[in-house]
């Protein structure tokens, strides 16, 4: 068994294709082939079920693929490191929309100015995408907004926001006082939301199917402003973070709805694989993440209150802090 068989099947485990791995790897697919077959016969086991032209992995392949994912991305650390040190690092960093937006450009620019060796490639997508890249070692970290479920992540929240709705200026419900508005009076209303995976949709359909109510979504998108202006438009409702609307409220574009309760406040976190070794920049950038104060818009003044944190995204995931 060798470092080339873990790494050929860990893109066949990611791609659950024989060919689509062997035209990312650039091999014959005879040879990915073998390669799995050698591994499945070196350990006595099967890590792919054959159904139907598909592959699917056993339990067997999922454990294996846990190691030899991150076994080959400390490999290729290594390389990188040892034998071109002259020359600077790169950290993979996620960052959900909200954070994308507000947090992550000022934070990047305040890393760079002080690691200019250190290259940062950002990617910005909804919590789901983020939590699968972490697992599969797409990313090195992610400041996402979203709860992580999944038992081999690290989270350690280090700032606060809250979702709020927002309605056309002239809408009915800016009439109401806060205590007049209920669930129900905002189900009846016409939704404009972001897509699935959003944490910020999910938390408002969960407290929404908590009492058994369904939201009347009539338009989805993944652009926030898209969102605003039809808002704006009077299409119907939106729940967004308030740190992506305050300036759109203040300036009148949109009408914050007087409605709050504490199944709409969420937390920031840093998430990483328990596993993930992270380097000296990348744990030199989370430092610098719990430590950064937010940028608001111009006219923007309110401050988010921060959490305590106990810095436990440590390299080899010795300290996890799970939930």
């Known amino acids: 068994m060798t470092l080339r068989h873990l790494r050929i099947f860990v893109t066949v485990y990611q791609e659950l294709s024989m060919t689509k791995a062997s035209k990312k790897l650039h091999l014959a697919q005879p040879s990915v ?25 056993t339990q067997e392949g999922e454990m294996l693929y846990d190691y030899a994912l991150h076994i080959v991305s400390l ?43 250190v290259r940062v490639q950002v990617t910005v997508n909804n919590s789901e995408f983020l939590e699968t890249a972490v697992l599969n070692n797409q990313l090195d970290f992610a400041l996402t907004e979203g709860r992580i479920e999944h038992p081999q992540i690290i989270r350690e929240a280090f700032l606060e926001d809250s979702i709020c709705f927002i309605c056309h200026p002239a809408h009915p419900l800016t009439q109401k006082a806060e205590g007049e508005i209920s669930f129900d009076m905002l189900a009846d209303c016409p939704f ?105 818009p111009e006219g923007c003044q309110e401050d988010i209150p921060r959490e305590g944190s106990s810095n436990t995204c440590k390299a080899g995931g010795k300290e996890n802090g799970k939930r």
């Open 192 to 296: 404009v939301l972001r897509e699935r995976g959003s944490a910020g949709r999910e938390i408002v359909e969960e407290a929404m199917k908590y009492r058994q109510r369904r939201l009347n979504i009539v338009w989805e998108s993944l652009s926030t402003q898209a969102i605003v202006r039809a808002v704006a438009k009077n299409i119907g409702l939106s729940a967004l973070p308030y740190m992506l609307v305050e300036k759109d409220i203040q300036e009148g574009r949109v009408a914050r709805i007087p409605f709050d309760m504490p199944a709409l406040h969420r937390e920031f976190a840093v998430i990483c694989h328990q596993n993930k070794y992270l380097s000296a920049g990348a744990r030199e950038f989370i430092r610098m993440a719990k430590e950064y104060t937010v940028e608001y």
């Open 75 to 117: 490999f290729d650390e290594m390389e990188e490191n040892i034998s071109d040190k002259g020359k600077s690092g790169i950290i993979r960093a996620g960052a959900s929309v909200t954070i994308g937006n507000f947090l992550m450009p000022g934070l990047v620019d305040r890393f760079t100015a002080e690691y200019p060796e």
């Open 33 to 57: 082939s073998l390669a799995v077959k050698e591994l499945e016969q070196y350990y006595g086991i099967c890590l792919f079920d054959r159904i139907s032209r598909r592959l699917y992995p």
